[in-house]
């Protein structure tokens, strides 16, 4: 089974400044990793994606995200916090699970606050 | 370009009524999902539809049923609603299974009392 751990339920950021939140999973085997955002009120959006093709992955808005193997990581960055970064943060994995929607498991959240 | 519409925005119900969320997607998509979010659980997968047809529990699925109803409409009914279903309901859906990207609706907030 495949789990998600994000490291800060809330994050707190000037704006400017650089925005790292923190994911680590687990899997038993290669997985994929995705970061969604949620503004408030609205649902889930794509931000960003590894499939495998490369360790570094550019996702909108100036966001990107490593994946490092040997530390079971996938940190999402971004250099410079704007307040529209304002908004929830969540990091899911799946696994090739032979279709089975039940392959995809979502971390709990963070919430990046940018201060003025 | 509406994508992913949910129905209702915001429901309040009394224990034990029933009631059905509908959900619609325009974009041809295979699978569609039902997921619910809690404060400081993330999102919990109740119910999924791989494809037209076929529809499958998921980590939630006690106190819930859906409908695949055709390719675009995806419903999930409580028959009986109890307050530990209060939370708010996203669908989603993919053009073909989970590991490509979801594109949810704007939520169902839902209260039980």
């Known amino acids: 089974a495949q789990s998600v751990t994000q490291l800060g339920s809330h994050v707190s950021v000037s704006e400017g400044a650089l925005v790292l939140l923190r994911c680590n999973y687990s899997s038993s085997v290669p997985p994929y990793l995705f970061w969604y955002v949620q503004y408030p009120n609205q649902g889930l959006q794509l931000l960003l994606k590894y499939t495998s093709a490369a360790t570094l992955v550019k996702g909108i808005n100036g966001f990107e995200a490593e994946f490092k193997k040997s530390e079971t990581s996938f940190h999402l960055t971004k250099p410079s916090a704007h307040m529209s970064d304002a908004a929830e943060y969540f990091c899911?994995?799946?696994?090739?699970?032979?279709?089975?929607?039940?392959?995809?498991?979502f971390g709990k959240g963070t919430h990046l606050i940018i201060q003025p | 370009n509406a994508g992913v519409t949910q129905t209702p925005k915001f429901q309040v119900l009394k224990t034990g009524q029933s009631m059905t969320l509908q959900c619609a997607q325009d974009m041809n998509h295979n699978s569609m999902y039902w997921y619910r979010q809690d404060p400081g659980m993330g999102l919990r997968l109740i119910y999924y539809?791989?494809?037209?047809?076929?529809?499958d529990k998921g980590e939630v699925p006690n106190g819930y049923n859906v409908s695949r109803l055709n390719k675009r409409e995806f419903s999930l009914r409580l028959e009986s609603a109890a307050p530990s279903q209060t939370s708010v309901y996203f669908c989603?859906?993919?053009?073909?299974?989970?590991?490509?990207?979801?594109?949810f609706g704007s939520g169902t907030q839902l209260s039980v009392l």
């Open positions: 989603a859906s993919s053009y073909r299974g989970i590991n490509e990207k979801l594109f």
């Open positions: 539809s791989a494809s037209e047809g076929t529809t």
């Open positions: 899911a994995v799946s696994i090739n699970s032979g279709g089975g929607a039940d392959g995809l498991t």
